[in-house]
């Protein structure tokens, strides 16, 4: 079983939950370092030097703003994307590989569930 960490709003997360920090899905991740205890992955961005190390909790808690969330439902999520779709800090690309990560049913505007993605779909045929 994973090591969880207890989030400023009260949320218990696992490096497999996906949760709202500044507006953005984070993962938890355990780090072996003397300087660091955790840091926090945005979902897309991770691993590329975007990651927020923390040496400890009350570090979050510090940084903890009004825009982070925690843990949040199917639907939450589907809002959130929602909202990306038309936030000029998002491309489609990320918001689409967000869409495949996140825990909800949502298809991007204008896309059709019944396409096959085969080469007559993408041509409009």
């Not at 899905?25 to 190390?53: C, K, N, Q």
């Not at 843990?71 to 800090?89: F, H, N, Y």
Request: charged share 30%; aromatic share 12%; net charge negative.
């Amino acid at each position: 079983m994973s090591e969880t960490l207890e989030l400023p709003n009260g949320d218990e997360v696992s490096p497999e939950d996906v949760f709202l920090y500044n507006d953005y899905p984070y993962r938890l991740v355990w780090l072996d370092s003397d300087t660091h205890a955790f840091e926090l992955s945005p979902l897309y961005w991770g691993d590329s030097g975007m990651d927020i190390p923390f040496r400890d909790r009350e570090a979050l808690v510090d940084q903890w703003e009004t825009d982070s969330r925690g843990l949040l439902s199917d639907e939450e999520w589907a809002e959130w994307l929602e909202s990306a779709v038309s936030d000029p800090r998002f491309g489609d690309e990320e918001v689409a590989e967000l869409a495949d990560e996140l825990p909800a049913e949502w298809e991007p505007p204008g896309s059709d569930s019944s396409s096959t993605g085969g080469l007559r779909d993408k041509l409009g045929l």
